[in-house]
């Protein structure tokens, strides 16, 4: 008959510290578990995006910042299904496939699918401004149908750091460029080169803004104290009532000419007087034109030359008539009384 061996304390201790830890560990395992949601339930979603701008399989899917699932899948779309993802996105948010190129799948806690709705977006995000990339899901109006088990959830246009970066790395270039367009002009102007340069650096032009500012100041001391012309004109009361006296009479010639009283009102204001005044000018424009053409008896009068020397061969010799009339009267009068 086989004996037993009596155990040690040594082995007991062992034995004990054996249990424990692994007591620990499964402890450790099962409340990890339950805090990354290995042991809850799952559900599959669906998104179609351009680029994954860097996102990887396993990454976070956060949903308003608290993780609730991994990234499953990455893959691009086949041409043998863009019709059908094409029909899908149209038949649920009226929207077109358009550019997007990569399918991604992934993996929810069905403890949060009442709060993914139709009107949830997703979209990539970066921890940090070049850190991992996740998934992060916006929560949905919870009037709006719940996503279940395939569906596709609308996409967002990611934050484009690397571009905005780029940018910005293109914009300070420029400012640098300018800042050395700045100095080389700063630099010529200190040397009293082009226009600017000799306005600052030239002591002539200095002196001359001296006296212009003192002469200005000097004259506008005399208007202060009332000597000259412009005083006057500007503290003489008598011409500011004459001004507004003249504003008024301004302002009723106008009122009468709006209502049409006088001649000017109803030249402005009647139709038919301003009609009259429209044929008369035509009529005066067309009698100069017949004038300037040669036209009629005015037109020979003014444009004939020899009719001038004629009429004033007559005006010369009536003159004359005339004044050797008044000399000797007698030569043209002759009374004879019986």
């Given at each position: 008959?086989?004996?037993?061996?009596?155990?040690?304390?040594?082995?007991?201790?062992?034995?004990?510290?054996?249990?424990?830890?692994?007591?620990?560990?499964?402890?450790?395992?099962?409340?990890?578990?339950?805090?990354?949601?290995?042991?809850?339930?799952?559900?599959?979603?669906?998104?179609?995006?351009?680029?994954?701008?860097?996102?990887?399989?396993?990454?976070?899917?956060?949903?308003?910042?608290?993780?609730?699932?991994t990234?499953?899948?990455?893959?691009?779309?086949?041409?043998?299904?863009?019709?059908?993802?094409?029909?899908?996105?149209?038949q649920?948010?009226?929207?077109?496939?358009?550019?997007?190129?990569?399918?991604?799948?992934?993996?929810?806690?069905?403890?949060?699918?009442?709060?993914?709705?139709?009107?949830?977006?997703?979209?990539?995000?970066?921890?940090?401004?070049?850190?991992?990339?996740?998934?992060?899901?916006?929560?949905?109006?919870?009037r709006?149908?719940?996503?279940?088990?395939?569906?596709?959830?609308?996409?967002?246009?990611?934050?484009?750091y690397?571009?905005?970066?780029?940018?910005?790395?293109?914009?300070?270039?420029?400012?640098?460029?300018?800042?050395?367009?700045?100095?080389?002009?700063?630099?010529?102007?200190?040397?009293?080169?082009?226009?600017?340069?000799?306005?600052?650096?030239?002591?002539?032009?200095?002196?001359q803004?001296?006296?212009?500012?003192?002469?200005?100041?000097?004259?506008?001391?005399?208007?202060?104290?009332g000597?000259?012309?412009?005083?006057?004109?500007?503290?003489?009361?008598t011409?500011?009532?004459?001004?507004?006296?003249?504003?008024?009479?301004?302002?009723?010639?106008?009122t009468?000419?709006?209502?049409?009283?006088?001649?000017?009102?109803?030249?402005?204001?009647?139709?038919?007087?301003?009609?009259?005044?429209?044929?008369?000018?035509?009529?005066?424009?067309?009698?100069?034109?017949a004038?300037?053409?040669?036209?009629?008896?005015?037109?020979?009068?003014?444009?004939?030359?020899?009719?001038?020397?004629?009429?004033?061969?007559?005006?010369?010799?009536?003159?004359?008539?005339?004044?050797?009339?008044?000399?000797?009267?007698?030569?043209?009068?002759?009374?004879?009384?019986?």
């Open positions: 008959m086989r004996q037993s061996t009596p155990i040690t304390w040594a082995e007991l201790r062992v034995g004990v510290l054996v249990t424990v830890s692994v007591a620990i560990a499964v402890v450790a395992v099962l409340t990890l578990g339950g805090r990354l949601g290995v042991f809850e339930a799952k559900y599959p979603l669906y998104t179609a995006m351009p680029s994954v701008s860097g996102l990887t399989t396993g990454a976070p899917v956060r949903l308003a910042g608290v993780d609730v699932g990234v499953d899948q990455i893959r691009f779309i086949e041409a043998s299904e863009r019709d059908s993802i094409r029909q899908r996105l149209l649920a948010y009226g929207d077109s496939l358009g550019d997007r190129a990569v399918i991604i799948r992934f993996m929810v806690n069905e403890g949060v699918q009442e709060k993914i709705t139709r009107s949830s977006r997703v979209k990539t995000g970066t921890v940090g401004l070049l850190g991992d990339k996740y998934l992060d899901l916006e929560v949905g109006d919870p709006d149908p719940v996503l279940q088990d395939g569906d596709l959830v609308l996409n967002e246009r990611p934050i484009d690397e571009g905005l970066i780029a940018r910005a790395a293109e914009g300070v270039e420029e400012l640098v460029a300018s800042l050395e367009g700045s100095r080389e002009i700063i630099a010529s102007v200190n040397q009293g080169e082009g226009t600017l340069g000799q306005l600052i650096n030239d002591p002539g032009l200095y002196r803004w001296v006296e212009l500012s003192q002469e200005a100041g000097g004259l506008l001391n005399r208007i202060q104290r000597e000259g012309t412009l005083p006057s004109l500007l503290n003489d009361p011409l500011y009532d004459r001004l507004v006296e003249t504003t008024a009479d301004l302002q009723r010639l106008t009468k000419v709006e209502r049409g009283e006088g001649s000017l009102g109803r030249l402005v204001q009647d139709p038919e007087l301003y009609g009259e005044l429209v044929t008369t000018v035509r009529e005066g424009q067309q009698l100069v034109h004038m300037r053409t040669g036209e009629g008896t005015m037109a020979r009068m003014i444009n004939d030359p020899a009719l001038y020397e004629r009429l004033n061969t007559f005006v010369v010799e009536a003159q004359g008539l005339i004044n050797d009339l008044q000399q000797n009267p007698r030569k043209y009068i002759n009374l004879q009384i019986f």
